[in-house]
Nanobody, 119 residues
């Protein structure tokens, strides 16, 4: 059984920073793309950033220059450093990973962590 567990969310003032972490655990044989998505109230879930196993990254236009995604393959972990936070960054942030378990390649999600940015 595979689990993704996020941590690091919270309440921060506009202009502040937060760092999200996500660890994948369980019967994992290989991990492909890892990423962060977010969902604000009344809106669809959207891609924030993702990183491949060879550390190639891409970002949503709304976070370019402010957020940095990274991963530690040895720890099955992905991180999101969020700087210069804005109220519109308020959302539940979800970790995502496409990985090979003992059974097959599949897409996995964490439970989400709330990020609230006050103005």
């Amino acid at each position: 059984q595979v689990q993704l567990v996020e941590s690091g969310g919270g309440l921060v003032q506009a202009g502040g920073s937060l760092r999200l972490s996500c660890v994948a655990s369980g019967s994992i044989r290989s991990i492909g793309v890892m990423g962060w998505y977010r969902q604000a109230p009344g809106k669809q879930r959207e891609l924030v950033a993702r990183v491949t196993s060879d550390h190639t990254t891409n970002y949503a236009d709304s976070v370019k220059g402010r957020f940095t995604i990274s991963r530690d393959n040895a720890r099955n972990s992905v991180y999101l450093q969020m700087n210069s936070l804005k109220p519109e960054d308020t959302a539940v942030y979800f970790c995502n990973a496409r990985l090979l378990s003992s059974m097959a390649w599949d897409n996995y999600w964490g439970q989400g962590t709330q990020v609230t940015v006050s103005s």
